[in-house]
């Protein structure tokens, strides 16, 4: 039986994580927006892309272009690869994930106030599944990516492999994470996990298809904690997966 994880990724109005949150638009679509790169990552050659680079740069702030020119590409949804920080708390729920499995993205957005909106999407903002990996594998940790010459190439060009290199780790101690290409990315529209009429609370939708990491219920009559490591499997996957469409399916 199949099973998903599904953490919170991208920007949001933390400082730390950037300090502000992608659009979702009328339709459902949206953009979804690394965090910046910071100094204590050290820099890479070539250096990180930088937010003026990326295809949703219209939609960062002057002000984080100009305090964090550079970006953290990660998730990175065009070669599939993520991993995760020493002592994250989603580290033990993707540890136990394996091939075929999923590996699901979700991220907070903010509507962007133009045209009539999808009764789902909240008016101001919310969380929503935004992308996923179906796994090709998953290791233990970056020197577990090291010993193996088919996930060295596969991390080869991830930001976050290059700058734990340069910073001179070989453990991190944090999972690992490989998707399969044809089969994983980012969504054509996001899949709401918040409540249309309350951004506090969970959907209808997050209630009925995922448990915490603890495999407890989602309570959708109470505050929702958008940090919070999710579980689906099963049934529940195959039907929160009959809802996902990948972007690169969309002619």
């Not at 638009?25 to 910046?36: N, R, T, V």
């Not at 045209?115 to 998953?138: C, H, L, S, T």
Request: contains cysteine.
């Amino acid at each position: 039986m199949a099973k998903g994880v599904a953490i919170n990724v991208g920007v949001n109005t933390n400082p730390e994580w950037g300090g502000f949150r992608g659009p979702i638009f009328s339709d459902g679509s949206f953009e979804f927006i690394h965090i910046p790169w910071k100094d204590k990552y050290g820099m890479i050659e070539p250096p990180p892309k930088k937010y003026d680079e990326m295809p949703y740069s219209e939609y960062v702030p002057q002000w984080v272009k100009k305090l964090y020119p550079y970006v953290l590409v990660s998730p990175n949804f065009n070669n599939c690869t993520y991993a995760s920080t020493r002592g994250a708390p989603a580290n033990k729920p993707i540890l136990e994930l394996g091939p075929g499995d999923y590996l699901l993205f979700y991220a907070t957005l903010k509507w962007d106030e133009r045209g009539n909106r999808e009764e789902w999407i909240n008016p101001d903002w919310g969380a929503y599944i935004v992308g996923f990996f179906k796994i090709d594998f998953v290791h233990k940790s970056l020197k577990h990516i090291l010993a193996d010459q088919v996930a060295r190439e596969a991390f080869r060009e991830y930001t976050w492999f290059k700058s734990l290199l340069k910073l001179g780790y070989r453990d991190d101690g944090a999972p690992w994470v490989k998707g399969i290409r044809q089969e994983s990315g980012l969504l054509h529209k996001a899949i709401p996990l918040s409540s249309p009429e309350d951004s506090q609370k969970w959907s209808n939708l997050a209630g009925e298809l995922f448990k915490t990491s603890t495999q407890k219920r989602l309570d959708i009559n109470k505050k929702a904690v958008f940090q919070t490591v999710l579980t689906c499997e099963g049934d529940c996957l195959d039907k929160l997966l009959t809802k996902c469409i990948l972007r690169k399916s969309i002619p």
